[in-house]
C-alpha cells in the first residue's frame, strides 16, 4: 500500500471516529430526553394513578349520598303519604261534622217550634181554663175559696 493510500485510510478513520463521537454524543442526548420523557411518564402515569383512585372514592362517596338521599326522600314521601291520608281523614270529619252541625240546627229548629207550639197551646189552654175558672167562680161563688159565704 501507498502512503497516499495509508492516508486515506487514516483520515477515513479519523472520519469515522468523528462521525462516531457525534452519533455517540446524539445517542447520549437521545437517551437523556428517553430517560427524561420516561420520568415525566412515570410522574404522569403517577398522577393519572392517584387521579383514577380520588375519583373512585368521590363516585363512591357520591354513591352513599345518593343513596342516603334517597333514603330521605323515601321518609319524606311516606311522611307526606301520611300526611294526605291525615288530611283526607280531617277533611271526612269536617264534612261529617258539617253535617251533623246541619241536622242539629234541625233538629233545634224543630224543637224550638215544638216549644212554640207548645207554649201557644199552653197559652191556649191558660187562658180556657182561667175563663172556665172565671166561670165557676161566677157560678159557683161559695165553694169556701175566696168566695162570698152564704
Given amino acids: 500500500m501507498t502512503n497516499e493510500q495509508l492516508a486515506e485510510i487514516r483520515q477515513r478513520i479519523q472520519e469515522l471516529e468523528a462521525s462516531d463521537q457525534d452519533f455517540a454524543k446524539k445517542a447520549n442526548t437521545l437517551l437523556?430526553?428517553?430517560i427524561v420523557n420516561d420520568q415525566a411518564i412515570e410522574s404522569l402515569t403517577r398522577n393519572l394513578n392517584?387521579?383514577?383512585?380520588e375519583s373512585r372514592r368521590d363516585r363512591e362517596a357520591d354513591r352513599e349520598r345518593i343513596a342516603f338521599n334517597?333514603?330521605?326522600?323515601?321518609?319524606?314521601?311516606?311522611?307526606?303519604l301520611l300526611q294526605d291520608e291525615r288530611f283526607?281523614?280531617?277533611?271526612?270529619?269536617?264534612?261529617?261534622n258539617t253535617r251533623d252541625i246541619a241536622?242539629?240546627?234541625?233538629i233545634a229548629t224543630q224543637v224550638?217550634?215544638?216549644?212554640q207550639i207548645s207554649v201557644q197551646q199552653a197559652e191556649a189552654d191558660r187562658a180556657v181554663m182561667t175563663e172556665i175558672l172565671q166561670y165557676l167562680r161566677n157560678q159557683y161563688p161559695s165553694n169556701g175559696?175566696?168566695?162570698?159565704?152564704q
Avoid at 103 to 106: A, C, I, S, Y
Avoid at 112 to 115: A, I, P, V
Fill in 32 to 34: 437523556d430526553e428517553i
Fill in 50 to 53: 392517584d387521579f383514577i383512585t
Fill in 70 to 80: 334517597e333514603m330521605r326522600l323515601d321518609v319524606f314521601r311516606e311522611r307526606i
Fill in 88 to 96: 283526607n281523614t280531617i277533611q271526612q270529619n269536617i264534612d261529617r
Fill in 103 to 106: 241536622e242539629l240546627q234541625l
Fill in 112 to 115: 224550638l217550634q215544638t216549644q
Fill in 145 to 149: 175559696k175566696g168566695g162570698t159565704s
